[in-house]
């Protein structure tokens, strides 16, 4: 069982930054095994696929309406991946969502293990 917990959310302006981080846990956990991805879900909207990256890091993919501005990263040795967010719009508000897919390829739609979410608000 891996467990997954976000963090780094919060009210921002239109423009500003942020850094999201999602850290996992388990008592088996190989994390460099997991290609990791982010989500995120608007009021009212179903679930969207944000960014996703490799197990090592040296393949990234993200969705077009973020791609330029946000950019995913991963540290094996501290178990945690990052979403770092610039330009942020209105429109990226939502709760997000860090997901773990044992083995998955980058363009997997199937995750294993997901987080509680957490809360970006952008205020125009």
């Known amino acids: 069982q891996v467990q997954l917990a976000e963090s780094g959310g919060g009210f921002v302006q239109a423009g500003d930054s942020l850094r999201l981080a999602c850290t996992a846990s388990?008592?088996?956990?190989?994390?460099?095994?997991?290609?990791m991805g982010w989500f995120r879900q608007a009021p009212g909207k179903e679930r969207e696929f944000v960014a996703a990256i490799s197990v090592r890091g040296g393949i990234t993919r993200y969705a077009d309406s973020v791609k330029g501005r946000f950019t995913i990263s991963r540290d094996n040795a501290k178990n945690t991946v990052y979403l770092q967010m610039n330009s942020l719009k209105s429109d990226d508000t939502a709760v997000y969502y860090c997901?773990?897919?044992?083995?998955?390829?980058?363009?997997?739609?199937?995750?294993?293990?997901w987080g509680q979410g957490i809360q970006v608000t952008v205020s125009s």
């Open positions: 388990g008592r088996t956990l190989r994390f460099s095994s997991y290609t």
């Open positions: 997901a773990a897919g044992f083995g998955a390829t980058i363009t997997t739609e199937s995750y294993d293990y």
